[in-house]
């Protein structure tokens, strides 16, 4: 493709926010169900680390919680209080870290449903964001946390591909995996965005660093965040019905933490 830039898909909130936005509903949804479900608190205050465009946060802001969130693209940043302003809703999203935060209210529940946690590349951080939620959640609070696992049973997803269409927009994706480094458990992904209006045609070439977890590396990681517990696993099918224990050839899964 002739018109192609190098960039981070997270500088494009506009072609982000479409191609991750068709799970919406279903996520709406199974998170109620999850907040009726697995609460030991009622839920009003809901908070989302590294929310990007704040899709969710948007929804369930609409539907009367009070949302907040922080991530540090500024870019999505905007994005998303932009989006919040337009529902004359609080301009509550903040550029932060996920893995060391404060908030200056503590929220009943949390979220974060598509593998952003792997973003954190290192041990530390990854305890540092689950005792940050921690802190900054009440007793009986939820946090909803959705990952790729890496399957020992079976081989591992190596592609993936999916489109999303809005009015004359269409955007394409592709992400493939270049291998992952064992030393540093990270995994090198390539991801290509193709972006279609009438009048122009680009493609977003990316790279991302995901770290890899085993199941027993997510226990074992867990650990060490004692004030938080397993309430119930479930999968991408987001049925809160419809829980999922994970086996060495889970990849897709959705853990439910509650605060002790």
Request: hydrophobic letters at 35%; proline letters at 4%; one cysteine or more.
């Amino acid at each position: 493709m002739s018109n192609q830039v190098e960039a981070s898909i997270y500088d494009y909130p506009k072609y982000y926010d479409l191609l991750f936005g068709s799970d919406v509903a279903s996520e709406f949804r199974f998170l109620k169900a999850c907040f009726a479900k697995h609460a030991g608190c009622e839920i009003k205050r809901i908070f989302e680390p590294a929310c990007g465009t704040g899709r969710l946060l948007i929804k369930l802001g609409r539907s009367g919680y009070e949302v907040l969130g922080n991530d540090l693209n500024p870019k999505a940043v905007d994005f998303c209080n932009e989006r919040l302003r337009r529902y004359e809703l609080p301009e509550s999203v903040v550029v932060g870290d996920m893995s060391d935060f404060k908030v200056k209210k503590k929220f009943d529940a949390g979220f974060n449903m598509i593998n952003t946690f792997r973003h954190l590349s290192t041990e530390k951080q990854a305890v540092g964001h689950l005792e940050c939620m921690a802190k900054a959640m009440n007793k009986g609070g939820i946090y909803v946390l959705g990952i790729h696992l890496e399957p020992t049973d079976c081989p591992a997803m190596q592609e993936e591909s999916w489109s999303a269409r809005r009015g004359n927009l269409v955007v394409n994706s592709y992400m493939w995996s270049k291998g992952i480094d064992r030393k540093t458990r990270l995994e090198h992904l390539g991801l290509h965005v193709d972006v279609f209006t009438p009048t122009k045609r680009m493609r977003i070439v990316d790279h991302m660093e995901y770290r890899t977890y085993t199941k027993a590396q997510f226990m074992s990681m867990l650990k060490k965040v004692p004030q938080l517990e397993i309430a119930e696993t479930y999968d991408f099918a987001y049925d809160a019905r419809n829980p999922q224990p994970v086996t060495g050839k889970t990849e897709d899964v959705v853990y439910v933490l509650k605060k002790k």
